[in-house]
């Protein structure tokens, strides 16, 4: 029975995030079964209860706050779950606008205080958190230093990073190889605030760069091996460690709505991007094999309903 303060919504396009750690059983809290997958997408209303007043039929909109369940061609909610957005909005990023996107602006902003001129240090960098975080520290006049994988092609990723906006871009082989980080800087005060998605050796390249009393808030690990950090890091640097998983950080509906908005005004304005791979759904065996590969796709799979 569909009430009369009830929006439809038949979904247009959804993001395919196939390393999805939900969906991989590896998240502690998973919903019970039989559940819906996917945490993104973006529909256009189909229907409206008589009492709605603050939508109308083809209205561009996405469900808000965060809320798994995303993967279905039509979805029923009441209306205080929809968020409305501007129909100029390309539609892959408001089907993409909701996790990753949200995380790096969140991170920027919620974990130590960052003044235009600081710094921060990212690992994962040409991942879609990465290059979001290269992009809004941009914006706020903050230089980023960015570490990304010995992967074939990492002199053309540099250039890519730094054409988004990347003040210094390093292979964790040549930091390797540097004993003293700090030489690397030049005029680039040293970082505040790392960001660690990898774990293992990439977490500990971000310690290094972090000055006295820096922060490092780790939101992935990719390599799936532990963030180890010596005994000196703590006593010597008080180096803080904290952990980030969006759909349990202090999550506000108001809030949330106003970051989309944000971020999706960035996107209009042309200074927010990030590499998208747009498939039809009956090639979503594509998009797996992109996207489970040996090294993965730098692009995000999406596929188009």
């Not at 000055?211 to 690990?221: F, L, P, R």
Request: hydrophobic fraction near 40%; aromatic fraction near 8%.
């Amino acid at each position: 029975m569909i009430d009369s303060k009830t929006v439809v919504s038949q979904v247009q396009e959804l993001q395919v995030i196939i390393h999805d750690l939900l969906l991989e059983g590896a998240y502690p809290n998973g919903p019970p079964l039989p559940a819906v997958g996917g945490g993104e997408g973006v529909g256009v209303i189909h229907s409206v209860g008589s009492a709605v007043k603050d939508f109308s039929l083809g209205d561009l909109v996405i469900r808000a706050p965060y809320i798994p369940g995303a993967w279905q061609t039509y979805m029923v909610e009441k209306e205080s779950f929809w968020h409305k957005i501007d129909k100029g909005t390309p539609i892959e990023y408001a089907s993409t606008v909701s996790v990753n996107p949200v995380s790096a602006l969140r991170m920027l902003n919620e974990f130590v205080t960052l003044k235009p001129g600081d710094s921060i240090v990212q690992n994962g960098a040409t991942s879609m958190v990465g290059q979001c975080v290269i992009q809004l520290a941009r914006v706020r006049g903050i230089h980023s230093i960015n570490i990304i994988r010995d992967n074939p092609g990492s002199d053309e990723v540099k250039e890519k990073l730094i054409k988004l906006g990347a003040d210094k871009v390093f292979t964790e082989s040549e930091l390797d190889a540097v004993k003293h980080i700090k030489a690397l800087l030049g005029d680039t005060p040293q970082p505040i605030l790392g960001l660690n998605c990898v774990g293992g050796n990439g977490a500990t390249l971000v310690i290094k760069f972090l000055k006295q009393g820096g922060t490092m808030v780790t939101y992935g690990g990719m390599s799936r091996e532990p963030v180890t950090v010596s005994t000196s890091n703590f006593i010597f640097k008080d180096i803080t460690l904290k952990g980030f998983w969006l759909q349990e950080w202090k999550l506000d509906q108001t809030k949330y709505r106003e970051w989309i908005d944000y971020l999706l005004d960035l996107v209009r304005a042309g200074k927010l991007k990030y590499e998208m791979e747009l498939l039809p759904f009956n090639d979503f065996h594509k998009a797996l094999e992109k996207a489970m590969g040996k090294h993965g796709s730098q692009k995000k799979q999406v596929l188009i309903f």
